[in-house]
Each structure stands twice: as C-alpha cells, then as structure tokens.
Nanobody, 122 residues
C-alpha cells in the first residue's frame, strides 16, 4: 500500500504561483504513477495532471496545460505540482493519487491523499 500526504496549498492572488507536494510512504520501491486531481464546490472531481513512475511521461488537462508542471523526486518519494499563472477558476481542493503501474494513467487510482485547499483570489 501507499500512504500519501499533500502539502503546499493556500491562498494566492490571480497570476500567482503555488507548489504542491505529495509525499508517499509505504511500498514506495514499487513503481507507481501519480495523478493530481481537483474538486471545486459543486463540481465533479477532475484530473489535472499525471506523471509516470520515472517522470519521463506526463499528462496535463487542457485547462492547465502550459501553466502547471508535475515532477517527481523518487529518492525523496515526493511528487510535485508547480502551478503558475493561477486563475480564480483553479480554486479547488487538490488531491494526489497513486496506482502501482509503469503506465501513465488518468483514471483508476487506488491510493489517495487527504487533499489540500487552493484558493485563488481575483
């Protein structure tokens, strides 16, 4: 199993930046994909980004492409989501999630963090 803990959320003005971190513990020696999801009030949860086990393949939703970047440091068992040029519509609870696989996935994640709030003021 994997345990995931997000950090780095907060309040930022439009145009600003935040970096989210997701620290994994447990079976971290097994290869896993990491996804970033978000859920705004009254909306469905949506995938924002994903990064495969060694970081050489990534996925970004169209809404964040060019503004968000995911990276990972497997030596630290940590995955990052750098969010630049933030917009009020990026306001949501952000979750990291993982699944044991070498593939890059956008669905069917098994392990979830507790979420971290990101609020972007206009």
């Amino acid at each position: 199993q994997l345990q995931l803990v997000e950090s780095g959320g907060g309040l930022v003005q439009a145009g600003g930046s935040l970096r989210l971190s997701c620290a994994a513990s447990g079976r971290t020696s097994t290869r896993y994909v990491m996804g970033w999801f978000r859920q705004a009030p009254g909306k469905e949860r949506e995938i924002v980004a994903a990064i495969n086990w060694n970081g050489d393949n990534t996925y970004y939703a169209d809404s964040v492409k060019g503004r968000f970047t995911s990276s990972r440091d497997n030596a630290k068992n940590t995955v990052y989501l750098q969010m630049n040029s933030l917009k009020p519509e990026d306001t949501a609870v952000y979750y990291c999630a993982a699944r044991f696989t070498r593939l890059l996935l956008t669905t069917n994640y098994d392990y979830w963090g507790q979420g971290t709030q990101v609020t972007v003021s206009s």
